[in-house]
């Protein structure tokens, strides 16, 4: 980004200020808490947008098996909302979904129209893998919970189709991304 805004892979030394953006956001109850614990077992699962050495702001990729990911801990330093962060992050996480072959990304939030401009549509909640719900056992809105599913496909390939010049949908390319081929009008 022009501002000198870049996104990265989290290290390890990110994690206090990773527990103190995410933990603001919980103690308004928009954001479920993780522990210092939590951050450090998963912190490969996180992305950082930084400028300098200043982390304003994260987002994690988690897997729920080879076809579906979930968007986890968005969260932006709120004096760096408005600037791009959010959308170079959920850029970020839809490059490296797509580097593992991912065909879907969901996320549960309570900004919508965010997730809307960057391509994701509000689904059932009840179509999500089961395995999401082991965050919801902790979480204090359990039996209440106001957050939106959302989701976004990137490639459904045809089941049982031969594989052949005419192919839909192409192989990731040799650095990771998504090659999708051209398609010529009729």
């Not at 077992?41 to 050495?53: K, L, P, S, W």
């Not at 986890?72 to 959308?87: F, I, M, N, Q």
């Not at 056992?137 to 045809?158: G, N, S, T, Y």
Request: aromatic share 8%; hydrophobic share 40%; charged share 25%.
């Amino acid at each position: 980004m022009s501002n000198g805004i870049v996104a990265r892979k989290a290290l390890l030394s990110d994690v206090g200020p990773l527990l103190k953006l995410i933990n603001d956001y919980a103690s308004q109850g928009i954001m479920l808490a993780r522990t210092e614990f939590e951050l450090s077992e998963n912190i490969r699962d996180f992305t950082v947008a930084v400028r300098g050495e200043n982390v304003l702001g994260c987002a994690a990729l988690h897997f729920y098996g080879p076809q579906t990911g979930e968007i986890r801990s968005l969260a932006v330093d709120p004096s760096e909302t408005k600037h791009g962060v959010g959308t170079l992050l959920m850029e970020s996480l839809e490059v490296e979904a797509a580097a593992h072959g991912l065909q879907s990304v969901f996320a549960f939030t309570y900004i919508p129209n965010f997730f809307g401009k960057q391509g994701f549509l509000e689904v059932d909640r009840h179509r999500l893998p089961s395995k999401v719900w082991k965050d919801c056992l902790r979480c204090p809105k359990l039996h209440c919970c106001d957050e939106i599913a959302m989701e976004k496909i990137f490639a459904v390939p045809e089941v049982d189709a031969p594989r052949g010049a005419d192919d839909q949908w192409a192989d990731a390319g040799s650095n990771g991304a998504l090659v999708l081929p051209t398609v010529a009008k009729r």
